[in-house]
């Protein structure tokens, strides 16, 4: 019997390294129960892995990322949920691909990050670094013929280049050093809110969940609660206890905030490849029974 899942994975369909039929066989050689691919602002990648899954063992779940913002609520603290520090994803799982509404969000947020690319090579070549946006998109088609409309480019494409080039020793220090948050060649992306990105989800049928809740970098616990009561309000699902960068100890946070507030409880590596080269796929070990509610209801 198959113990374990995996409901967080990227592919070269965003900026993963890996193909996505590739991915789910190997999912399948890790002998896990279910595998999600859940791409950054795209369903390119699913119909690739879906029909590679048709043949194996393991349950494929289609899904996607999206990157959000709060629309500026402000909590009794009188803290703005804008003004939160960290990132806040959203994955969807069980959508369908096909739905008008996501794959419009999806095009929306393509052409987000078409306008904020040329703005950050730009800004780095003034740092003097020798890139260029042609580059950028060979690199990210992953050797098939570049096509600005239809490739998606990223930050870490960003840092693979940098590395390439030998302008960073690593893809970490491009972020640190350059395109992080708040760093010299950083520009932020428009993004939907969160309410919007849950809406999309799901008109696709899909379950919102609340990606690595870590990221979203809050002080405190207390925070963290009221954070994610408001996305509740929003509509939101559920949460991801199990994630490569949780710690044991904020795994059992999120689950007991799962419990509390009455979420789905989701998990998953987020897997890139070797873009990430510590995060392996089926890692953290989530357990079936820890997301058998989602599992159900995607399959009612």
Request: charged share 30%.
């Given at each position: 019997m198959r113990r374990f899942v995996d409901l967080h994975t990227h592919s070269t369909a965003s900026d993963g390294d890996t193909p996505p039929a590739e991915l789910v066989r190997l999912a399948e050689a890790e002998r896990l129960a279910a595998v999600a691919l859940t791409d950054h602002d795209t369903v390119a990648g699913l119909a690739e892995a879906r029909q590679a899954a048709d043949a194996l063992e393991v349950r494929f779940v289609p899904g996607i990322e999206i990157s959000a913002v709060f629309a500026g609520t402000t909590l009794r603290s009188g803290v703005s949920l804008r003004s939160t520090r960290g990132m806040l994803h959203i994955v969807g799982l069980g959508i369908n691909p096909d739905n008008g509404r996501l794959q419009e969000t999806?095009?929306?947020?393509?052409?987000?990050?078409?306008?904020r690319n040329p703005q950050m090579v730009a800004k780095l070549c003034e740092l003097g670094m020798d890139i260029s946006m042609d580059e950028l998109i060979a690199l990210a088609s992953h050797g098939n013929r570049p096509d600005a409309d239809?490739?998606?480019?990223?930050?870490?494409?960003?840092?693979?280049?940098?590395?390439?080039?030998?302008?960073?020793?690593?893809?970490?220090?491009?972020?640190?050093?350059?395109?992080?948050t708040g760093k010299p060649a950083f520009v932020d992306k428009e993004k939907l809110t969160a309410r919007e990105s849950i809406d999309a989800i799901h008109s696709a049928g899909g379950v919102a969940i609340l990606a690595h809740p870590v990221e979203l970098k809050c002080t405190n616990d207390a925070m963290l609660d009221r954070v994610v009561k408001s996305l509740i309000?929003?509509?939101?699902?559920?949460?991801?206890?199990?994630?490569?960068?949780?710690?044991?100890?904020?795994?059992?946070?999120?689950?007991?905030?799962?419990?509390?507030?009455r979420l789905l409880v989701s998990g998953g590596s987020d897997f890139h490849g070797s873009a990430k080269s510590g995060v392996k796929l089926g890692r953290p070990r989530v357990p079936v029974e820890a997301v058998e509610q989602i599992l159900a209801r995607l399959a009612g």
């Open positions: 999806a095009r929306l947020l393509r052409q987000a990050r078409n306008e239809s490739v998606m480019v990223g930050r870490l494409h960003i840092a693979r280049l940098l590395r390439a080039k030998g302008h960073v020793r690593s893809e970490a220090e491009a972020f640190d050093r350059y395109i992080g309000h929003d509509g939101l699902d559920g949460i991801e206890a199990y994630h490569s960068s949780h710690s044991d100890r904020q795994a059992r946070s999120y689950l007991d905030l799962a419990r509390r507030l």
